[in-house]
Nanobody, 116 residues
Framework: QVQLVESGGGLVQAGGSLRLSCAVS????????VAWYQQAPGKQRDLVAR???????NYANSVKGRFTISKDNAKNTVYLQMSSLKPEDTAVYYC??????????WGRGTQVTVSS
């Protein structure tokens, strides 16, 4: 019954911007950590950004200064604002919720493609 639904992906030119959204339902949202991961073809799924229940954030070094994670507790939605996009940012981006009892929930992912 827990559902995470990503949206906002697409094709963008290098230097452009996108904002991804992840709508969460079926689980307490504000008390859990929520994150964005990326996975390129043939690569590991890597953490991009995380926001904790108290609002603290952390970012992968590769996106620091370019991406911003935020959340709206009233809407049960987490966002990833992506700016100054590079071709190496091309990947499927997944929303993740990590519960305090150790369960991980994933969305289906949304494709982001950055052209040169």
């Amino acid at each position: 019954q827990v559902q995470l639904v990503e949206s906002g992906g697409g094709l963008v030119q290098a230097g452009g911007s996108l904002r991804l959204s992840c709508a969460v339902s079926g689980i307490f949202f504000s008390g859990n950590d929520v994150a964005w991961y990326q996975q390129a073809p043939g690569k590991q799924r890597d953490l991009v950004a995380r926001i904790t229940s108290d609002g603290s954030t952390n970012y992968a070094n590769s996106v620091k200064g370019r991406f911003t994670i935020s959340k709206d507790n009233a809407k049960n939605t987490v966002y990833l604002q992506m700016s100054s996009l590079k071709p190496e940012d091309t990947a499927v981006y997944y929303c993740n919720l990590r519960s305090r009892v150790g369960n991980n929930y994933w969305g289906r992912g949304t494709q982001v493609t950055v052209s040169s």
